[in-house]
């Protein structure tokens, strides 16, 4: 059984910052992209950022130079730091992460963690 936990998430002031953390485990043979989404209430979910198994990046515009994703192939896991942080950033953010279980490669998707910034 492949499991991703994401931890982190909190209520911060507008212009703080937060970092989210994903870890997956089981019997996993490989990881290959992981991301970020996130998904504001009554709004679609949003990919926010992803991160290739070789570490190239890409970010959606509306979180460019304000956050950044990184992974510790090491420990399976995979981080968002949040800077900046406005209220428009508020949602459930939820990692993504392709994983191969012996020859099968599967999406696996995070419980969540709320993100609210506010003053």
């Known amino acids: 059984q492949v499991q991703l936990v994401e931890s982190g998430g909190g209520l911060v002031q507008p212009g703080g910052s937060l970092r989210l953390s994903c870890a997956a485990s089981g019997s996993i043979f490989s990881i290959y992209a992981m991301r970020w989404y996130r998904q504001a209430p009554a709004k679609q979910r949003e990919l926010v950022a992803t991160i290739t198994s070789g570490g190239s990046t890409n970010y959606a515009d509306s979180v460019k130079g304000r956050f950044t994703i990184s992974r510790d192939n090491a420990k399976n896991t995979v981080y968002l730091q949040m800077n900046s942080l406005k209220p428009e950033d508020t949602a459930v953010y939820y990692c993504?992460?392709?994983?191969?279980?012996?020859?099968?490669?599967?999406?696996?998707w995070g419980q969540g963690t709320q993100v609210t910034v506010s003053s």
């Open positions: 993504n992460a392709d994983i191969q279980v012996a020859t099968t490669l599967t999406a696996r």
